[in-house]
């Protein structure tokens, strides 16, 4: 006959018991969350306030009114001048304006644009017309103070409404504004866009 043999408690201490041996290891977590699922709602609810965050400081682009042009745009009431440059050679030379002109009234309108000390340079702009000031004959400044690249504030009014002050581009003679290089000595005669 064997005799059994009777363990001690420091003999068992690396054996698991006969009834962890049987249990699955998803049947003993069944009743508590891991902690991975714990933190899964705390981890989703951080990355929607950080994505939110990103509208604070960010505009919604279609909110934020902007000229799509290499110009700017000038109201004058009834008169409205959109995408008006500067084309010019270079520092204190001549430059031509171009620009689209909308007159909605039933006249037509005297515009004058003036550099700052200088003298103003007219464009006629016909009833009921839209047209580019860049047109048939040129509208020039006789100098213009800047390089391509910078900005002039330039004045430009009509008798429908009170003067404008505006900063405008002066761009090089090239690319698209290739054709609109100054063509002879600038004068401050009235001309048709």
Excluded: H
Aim: charged share 15%; proline share 11%; aromatic share 4%.
């Amino acid at each position: 006959m064997q005799r059994a043999r009777v363990r001690t408690p420091e003999q068992e201490a690396g054996r698991l018991s006969p009834v962890m041996r049987r249990t699955p290891l998803a049947a003993r977590s069944a009743g508590r969350p891991s902690p991975l699922r714990r933190l899964l709602p705390v981890a989703a609810l951080g990355a929607a306030l950080a994505l939110s965050a990103c509208q604070t400081q960010s505009p919604i682009q279609t909110d934020v009114s902007y000229a799509p042009a290499d110009g700017v745009s000038v109201d004058l009431g009834a008169v409205q001048l959109r995408d008006l440059v500067v084309v010019s050679s270079g520092k204190d030379k001549p430059g031509v304006l171009s620009a689209s002109v909308s007159n909605t009234t039933g006249e037509e309108q005297r515009l004058a644009f003036a550099l700052p000390q200088g003298q103003p340079v007219y464009a006629q702009s016909a009833a009921y017309s839209e047209e580019r000031l860049s047109g048939a004959t040129q509208v020039q400044l006789p100098s213009v103070p800047v390089n391509p690249g910078d900005v002039v504030t330039l004045t430009v009014q009509s008798p429908t409404a009170p003067a404008a002050v505006v900063t405008v581009p002066v761009l090089p003679a090239s690319g698209y504004y290739a054709t609109l290089a100054p063509t002879s000595v600038p004068s401050t005669t009235t001309a048709t866009p």
